[in-house]
């Protein structure tokens, strides 16, 4: 048996006590209870004897980004839903934003208060080295990677400016599509399928092809819906 907090970490391995005395004066094992303490943070964390099964938070759980950028310009949408747990919590979360005067668009998936931290960390990377989209988002993943804080970060990117279109990861990934087509986030499998069919059969400009993509996901994705935020580059 063990103790669980939060999500499921194990802390320490529970006692086991004996009382002085049985039924019949002879000693008896039983598992003792531990009350919650307050940890360095200021926060209670409460500890379970529970077998094993621990205590288990609920997700939250969000999104879809999708991201296309052609020679007739680019254009990156996301979804509004934010789900916890099975509950829908919000449905016009704004998942994009602009950076670096508007010249360069993000959108992110995963934990809101991690994706805001990382992308006042990028427009800081994009302000070092004068707008340059690829050496600040290498120099982000470094940092994301190497720094014991930011390994943290739960949190995926997309970021988006006339001339390129890349993914950053917290496992040091920077990415670069081939056929210029992003998606992210629990609906971002539909999302870049119904993109690339678009782009292969249509001619309709990346906005359009990103709405459409987005609804599709939509439809498909429970935790994606369809109140749609699309940003153009032109």
């Not at 907090?5 to 598992?31: E, K, Q």
């Not at 990117?157 to 001339?163: A, N």
């Not at 609804?215 to 580059?233: M, P, S």
Request: with cysteine; hydrophobic share 45%.
């Amino acid at each position: 048996i063990q103790f669980y907090a939060g999500g499921g970490r194990v802390l320490h391995p529970i006692r086991r006590f004996r009382r002085p005395t049985g039924a019949r004066g002879r000693p008896a094992d039983y598992h003792g209870t531990v009350p919650t303490r307050v940890g360095a943070g200021g926060a209670a964390h409460r500890f379970f004897a529970d077998g094993g099964k621990g205590f288990d938070v609920p997700r939250m759980r969000a999104t879809t980004i999708l991201a296309v950028r052609t020679p007739a310009g680019a254009a990156i949408g996301g979804d509004g839903q934010v789900t916890l747990g099975q509950v829908v919590m919000k449905h016009d979360a704004k998942k994009i934003r602009r950076l670096y005067d508007g010249k360069v668009v993000a959108g992110f998936a995963g934990a809101a208060a991690d994706a805001f931290s990382l992308l006042e960390r990028f427009e800081a990377k994009l302000r070092d080295h004068q707008g340059a989209v690829p050496r600040a988002a290498a120099e982000l993943a470094k940092e994301w990677r190497t720094d014991r804080v930011l390994r943290r970060l739960e949190a995926m990117l997309i970021v988006l400016d006339k001339d390129n279109l890349l993914l950053l990861s917290g496992t040091g990934d920077v990415i670069q599509p081939t056929d210029n087509v992003l998606a992210i986030g629990s609906g971002g499998p539909f999302a870049l399928a119904a993109a690339r069919a678009l782009l292969a059969h249509t001619a309709l400009p990346p906005a359009a092809v990103v709405r459409a993509g987005l609804e599709i996901a939509g439809d498909l994705c429970v935790y994606t819906n369809r109140q749609i935020e699309v940003v153009e580059l032109s």
